[in-house]
Structure formats: C-alpha cells, structure tokens
C-alpha cells in the first residue's frame, strides 16, 4: 500500500478537461458507489489521465496497479505508478503481482490474470478501466475479422459491472495530451509496439490504413456502429428472456414453443440458455446445429455444445419434443 501527499490542484487544460467530462457523465448515468471507486493503473497515459479525472469526480479513488511481471523492472514500473496515483491524490494505491499462464496465448492469459487480480482486489468497489475510443474501434475489427456475430461487434459496454469503462467516447490522443497537461511521462509498454500481438498491428497498421483510405473518422464510425449493435442486442435479448421463459426455461424447454420463432431470435435464446447450463466456448457452427434440433429435426443426434469435463461431453439432445443438457461419456462402450 503506498501513501503520500497528493499533488495541488488539477491544471485545467482542454484536454484533461474532456477526460474530467467523460468521468462525470459516467458517474452521473451509473450513480458511481458513494465509497468511492477503484482504478486499474497500468501508467500509461489512458489510465494516468483516467486515474487523475477520477479523483477530481469520483470522490475516493483506490488505484490498482496489477504487476503482470512478464519484463524485468516490472515490479519498479508498478511501484512508480502507484507513488503517482497517490500524487494525484488516490486514497490508496496498491501493487497486485500476478502470474501470467494457461491457454490462449500471452494476451489472454496476462488478461485472465488482469481480471482475476482486479476483480480479488476492488473491495465491493466498482472498477474504472481506461480502454478508449480507439480500443474500441478495436475490438470491432477484432469481431469483424473472428466473423464472431453481432454480440461481438458490439464491443465493449461503458458499464459492465463491476467494470466501468468512462473513456470510450474518448480519443487515445486526449488522453496523450492530457498527460502533458498533467506534466506527467507515461509509461510506455513495450508490447504495446510488439507487432506479434495481433491488436498491436490493428492499432500502427490496420487502423491508419483505413482512416488514409477513407479520410479519417473510421475509429468514430466504429464506435457508433458498436453502440448501434449494443442498443439492438439489449433488445433483442429481452425477447430471447421472453421465449425462453414460454419455451420452460428450466431444465428442459418445449421445442414446439421455440420452432415458432424467427432462427436468429431462437438462436440468442439457445445461447443464453446453453450457457446458464455450463456450455462454454460456444461456436456459431456448434449453436447452428443446436438450432437444427428445432428448426430441421429428422431425428439426429445430440451436439456437444463445449462444456464437461475430462471424459466426458456436455451435449444437447432432444427427446419426446424436450430439449435437454446432460454429460455424455468419451469412453468407448465395451
């Protein structure tokens, strides 16, 4: 836990002024916990200027600076961070060491370790994370390219609790020069600028690409076109709770109430279903053939639908006109 004096007051540049903005509108919409809030601190400009913001409209800040200890000098790194976070006058600050492994290759692991620290960490306190504008524009791209459906293009939601997201209105480059407002040196990740990490290229290649294609804008264009899906989504999973609460929503559900729906209705119903039964890692090509069990029944199979265990499957039959979940064994019968 790192302590001090915190800075005088906030300088009053344009720049830091829109961050401040950003911040006051999203505890205005999301009523912010009255404890205060933590932030995640990388150092970077994004969270620096975040975490600055946050103390001038969030009242009691707890900077979290996660350690994901994967260069040498990472733990002097997070420990400047913190010292700053309290400079600018955070309640607290704390380091989290984390260990970065599993699957899914060094982003999603460092990611999964992020999370995990952060979400140990907070205290009941809801999470302030600096993704931008441009993040967002990337995680559209990403969906794009992954062809992983409208949910993915969605991107990122403002409020995600306990995770808050107040900069995603806001360019990367404001809060760049909001750090000079603050006369403040970011910190600058070098695998930020590693072009082995797929958003990396995104952001120095991809992205600039089609602004000088397309005259600028498309990080903006991105980010409405994400907003738009979201609004359409929250829609239509209201009527997917609709249907599935017709259809039994229990342990089973009656494919007769479900084969009256339109497919991709039928489909977010299935999804969301399947996944409250354990179903993890759902595919479009594993959800299509749970679909066909309604929609194209001739008496098939079950399908496995990604959950389960060492052994056994976790697999979606139906039977008698009812849709059901249950583990199936690997092992080949004697």
Known sequence: M???????????GPALLEVRHAVRRWVRVHRADPAGVAVALSGGADSLALTAAAVAEA?????????????????????????????????????????????????????????????????????????????QAETVLLGLARGSGPRSLAGMRDDDPPW??????????VTDRACVELGLSPYRDPHNRSPEFTR????????????????????????????????DGEVLDELAAELLAAAGAGEGLDAAVLAGAHPALRRRA???????????????????????????????????VGGGAPGVRLVLSRRRGMLSVGFVSERPRQ
């Open 2 to 12: 790192t302590s001090g004096p915190p800075l005088g007051p906030l300088p009053e």
């Open 59 to 135: 009242g009691p800040v707890h900077a979290l600076v996660v350690d994901h200890r994967l260069q040498d000098g990472s733990g002097e790194v997070a420990e400047q961070a913190a010292e700053r976070a309290v400079a600018l006058g955070c309640a607290s600050a704390r380091v989290l060491p984390v260990t970065v492994d599993g699957p899914g290759g060094l982003e999603a692991a460092a990611r999964r370790a992020r999370y995990a620290a952060l979400d140990a960490a907070r205290a009941g306190l809801p999470v302030l994370l600096g993704h931008t504008l441009d993040d």
């Open 164 to 173: 808050g997201r107040p900069l995603l209105s806001v360019r990367r480059a």
């Open 200 to 231: 990396v290229r995104l952001r120095t290649e991809a992205l600039p690409l089609l602004e000088q294609i397309l005259r600028g804008g498309v990080a903006e264009a991105l980010s409405r076109t994400s907003a738009q899906l979201r609004e």
């Open 270 to 304: 299935l999804r969301s279903w399947l996944l409250g039964r354990g179903a993890r890692g759902l595919t479009d090509r594993q959800l299509r053939a749970a679909d066909d069990l309604v929609g194209r029944w001739r008496g098939q199979g079950g399908v496995a």
